[in-house]
Nanobody
């Protein structure tokens, strides 16, 4: 069964940090672009950060640039999103997605493109 599973979400105070993980099973992420997306209640899904299969291209949305860092560990078939300086407006359900053919990482993120999607993990930032 091909699937992505996110973990690492939770509740944190403003200014805190979390690290999300996206683990793939049934296929290798080595050949996929991978992205992190989020959706807050009443809002459209937003592409936050996407990384190419060869790690040479990375895109960050302006809303998270300088605070979030995407990385991948091919040996663990996992992609991470390190989130620092969290704000209440970062509260959302966070999803990861993998896409086998991408034109650019920016396109993957901006157009919300993914072949496989995880089930999501909740992140709540509140004092």
């Amino acid at each position: 069964q091909l699937q992505l599973v996110e973990s690492g979400g939770g509740s944190v105070q403003p200014g805190g940090s979390l690290r999300l993980s996206c683990a793939a099973s049934g296929f290798s992420l080595d050949y996929y672009g991978v992205g992190w997306f989020r959706q807050a209640p009443g809002k459209e899904r937003e592409g936050l950060s996407c990384i190419s299969s060869n790690n040479k291209s990375i895109y960050y949305a302006d809303s998270v640039k300088g605070r979030f860092t995407i990385s991948r560990d091919n040996a663990k078939n996992t992609v991470y999103l390190q989130m620092n300086s969290l704000k209440p407006e970062d509260t959302a359900v966070y999803y990861c997605a993998a896409r086998s053919r991408i034109t650019t990482v920016q396109a993957m993120c901006v157009l919300n493109r993914g072949d496989y999607w995880g089930q999501g993990t909740q992140v709540t930032v509140s004092s």
